[in-house]
């Protein structure tokens, strides 16, 4: 038995499903009375959850283990993620204080503090638990779970409804690394929800890799919202993303309620037809256009965001051209852009048309200057305007400055909170009053507080 206070800390790179992941591992050492400490600390054990999607995350990730390897070497490092599964070995070679958790048994670290606590904390005893758990034939996979206590890093709740993806995009490695797509069965899903309300929850976001391949028992992603909305109350739901071509007149039904945040976000990838032909995307540029047409249909003034790539092998200037002009017939509010990222495994990297690092990277950079525009542009709709907004912790104690939320993802910095809100606000929807962008900090809002809701 462990005679002292573990500490444990843990460094998330990638999506929001990874954020999930995380905060559930984090979730099962807290139960058992460790403390979560900041990357920086000194910790017995650190927890790299890593990403594949780009080059770039990849060698995020080898910088992070190096680092903490380095400034910590009687530390164990536990590695798992996607580029954990794909690149088992390459990843093992970075230190010696360090062992990989495949994604495909990602979930074993959530009895990883039993082991830890039982067991005592050696490295030697840990990795060759860790190990038995690894290669126990009677292992059974469950990559749907909820968290029992609290969240770690956020103050809003993520549940994870899906994962893994059917699509065959040409450069995307994560169906390589988290396989087809399933699902957490319906009925799990509205009891998870229900208890995060019943546990005081005001927000939930629905994480996967690709959530509109949700379906369980011939229950699709519109029949699930509308299940959840009427098995719940008052907690509101936000999509973590949506492809394009999922969105039809059925989501008219249920994005027009209240409780569902007016923020979406499409991986469009390209307004080229050619490209996202050559890409394996399964929607042309007019489809994204209807997507998004649906959207402002049923809500007043949503956050579209999506996500481009440039310099896709085979992309012209007029591709670019293109891509350009679907994101401003569509006025989409902003941009995630990623120059192509050539991923081993993929497709993609065998493909002929290679667009050189240099102009990728200047389109990248002129399509982010037009996202500046764009949100600019969609700032100027929100400003002297209410909104509810989820509560994330304080900003400035001494102003009495808070962070907080909207529905359509404004990040607000409200003022004139009360002295009853001193204590801790967090996780609670308040009604304020939308002041000035704060152009020079990307999206931020001056904001006043009017009431709790």
């Not at 038995?1 to 591992?25: H, P, R, W, Y």
């Not at 991923?343 to 990297?349: D, E, F, I, K, L």
């Not at 001494?398 to 910095?413: D, I, P, Q």
């Amino acid at each position: 038995m462990v005679d002292k206070k573990v500490k444990a800390a843990f460094f998330t790179l990638g999506c929001k499903l990874n954020q999930f992941e995380s905060e559930a591992i984090a979730d099962s050492f807290s139960l058992l009375g460790a403390d979560i400490v900041a990357t920086k600390d000194n910790a017995d054990i650190y927890i790299v959850n890593t990403c594949t999607v780009t080059s770039k995350s990849e060698q995020k990730a080898r910088r992070i283990i190096r680092k903490i390897a380095k400034d910590f070497p009687l530390s164990t490092i536990v590695v798992t993620g996607c580029y954990a599964q794909l690149e088992k070995e390459a990843i093992s070679s970075i230190a010696d204080n360090l062992f990989v958790v495949p994604q495909d048994r990602k979930e074993l670290l959530l009895k990883l503090p039993d082991f830890i606590f039982d067991h005592g904390f050696s490295k030697i005893d840990f990795i060759n638990l860790l190990k038995e758990g690894v290669n126990d034939p009677g292992f059974t996979e469950n990559s749907f779970y909820t968290l029992k206590s609290e969240y770690t890093f956020h103050s809003r709740a993520f549940l994870k409804i899906q994962d893994g993806c059917n699509n065959l995009c040409k450069y995307c490695r994560v169906p390589l690394a988290r396989g087809k797509s399933k699902s957490m069965e319906y009925p799990d899903v509205i009891s998870s929800i229900k208890n995060l309300e019943k546990a005081g929850h005001r927000e939930v976001v629905l994480t996967g890799v690709n959530i509109s391949l949700y379906e369980s028992n011939k229950i699709d992603l519109v029949l699930l919202i509308e299940k959840i909305l009427n098995n719940t109350k008052k907690i509101r739901i936000r999509f973590s993303s949506l492809e394009p071509d999922s969105i039809d007149k059925r989501y008219l039904d249920i994005i027009d309620k209240e409780r569902i945040c007016s923020h979406f976000h499409l991986p469009v990838q390209s307004g080229s037809d050619s490209i996202l032909a050559s890409m394996g995307r399964l929607y042309s540029r007019d489809k994204v256009l209807e997507a998004v047409e649906i959207l402002r249909s049923a809500c007043v003034d949503p956050m579209i965001s999506a996500d481009i790539i440039t310099g896709f092998p085979g992309e012209t200037e007029q591709d670019f051209i293109d891509t350009c002009s679907l994101v401003e017939q569509a006025a989409l509010s902003y941009l995630h852009v990623f120059p192509f990222s050539k991923r081993p495994g993929t497709a993609a990297s065998k493909m002929k048309g290679f667009v050189s690092e240099r102009v990728s990277g200047e389109r990248a950079g002129a399509l982010r200057l037009l996202s500046d525009k764009l949100f600019a542009n969609y700032a100027l709709l929100w400003e002297n305007r209410k909104v509810e907004a989820l509560v994330e912790g304080i900003y400035d104690k001494a102003e009495k400055k808070w962070s907080a939320l909207s529905g359509n993802y404004l990040k607000l910095v409200v003022s004139g909170v009360p002295d009853f809100a001193e204590n801790d606000l967090k996780g609670l929807i308040a009604k304020c009053a939308v002041k000035k962008h704060k152009a020079d900090t990307g999206n931020s809002f001056d904001a006043e507080f009017i009431s709790l809701v």
